[in-house]
């Protein structure tokens, strides 16, 4: 089985701008999970899709969204970037039932200039 | 609030020398579940080893073993016969059933040849 897709890797924007991140789950997982991870912050919780419906929320402001397609793909948007913004993103797939363990992402490193 | 605490930010030991990292957790709940999981400079997450709450039994991986204290909110990692392969970060992780993961900060392991 493929793993946990996204794309892209890297990208460079610029404060104020906006961008769009893609996770491909892994085959035949409903969840798809996002994390933001920074040296000072660790990895935080962003929100949880399951079967296209947000199942759970970290505290974040209201310019990270996200949705996820009846494929179980998903994407995260950030508004109005900020040079706070700058992380690694990661995504992770699971089954979504019980303890089921996450399948992460290589993640996509965002820089904000 | 649901917290996870890794108190050593960093620690070094020589290949095949054992290594224990340690995690505590707060949570007022009785039913949850607990994890490690390892992230190598490919970025990559990946689940070392979990464990149930309602279960007594320590988990164990090959050479990866927890001791879970329910009673003190201890979840610590042992690695024996360490190897260089085991260089990563290394974060514990709690999740009460159907909410959202919480990571610790995480471990720095280096493990020197």
């Known amino acids: 089985k493929a793993g946990v897709t996204q794309t892209p890797r890297y990208l460079i924007k610029t404060r104020g701008q906006q961008v769009t991140l893609s996770c491909s789950p892994i085959s035949g997982h409903r969840s798809v999970s996002w994390y933001q991870q920074t040296p000072g912050q660790g990895l935080q919780f962003l929100f949880e899709?399951?079967?296209?419906?947000?199942?759970n929320k970290g505290n974040f402001p209201g310019r990270f969204s996200g949705r996820q397609f009846s494929n179980s793909r998903s994407e995260m948007n950030v508004s109005t970037l900020e040079l706070g913004d700058s992380a690694l993103y990661l995504c992770?797939?699971?089954?979504?039932?019980?303890?089921?363990?996450?399948?992460f992402g290589n993640g996509t490193r965002l820089t904000v200039t | 609030a649901q917290t996870v605490t890794q108190s050593q930010p960093e620690m070094s030991v020589q290949e095949a020398e054992t290594v224990t990292l340690s995690c505590t957790y707060d949570?007022?709940?009785?039913?949850?579940?607990l994890f490690w999981y390892k992230q190598p400079p490919s970025r990559q997450m990946i689940l070392v080893i979990r464990?149930?709450?309602?279960?007594?039994q320590n988990a164990t991986e090959n050479r990866f073993s927890v001791n879970f204290q329910k009673a003190a909110k201890s979840f610590s990692l042992k690695i024996s016969d360490s190897q260089l392969g085991d260089t990563a970060m290394y974060f514990c992780a709690f999740m009460n059933v159907g909410d959202k993961i919480i990571f610790g900060k995480g471990t720095r392991l280096h493990i020197l040849p």
């Open positions: 949570t007022s709940e009785n039913n949850y579940y």
């Open positions: 992770a797939s699971s089954p979504g039932q019980g303890n089921s363990p996450l399948h």
């Open positions: 899709y399951f079967s296209e419906t947000q199942r």
């Open positions: 464990q149930e709450a309602y279960k007594q």
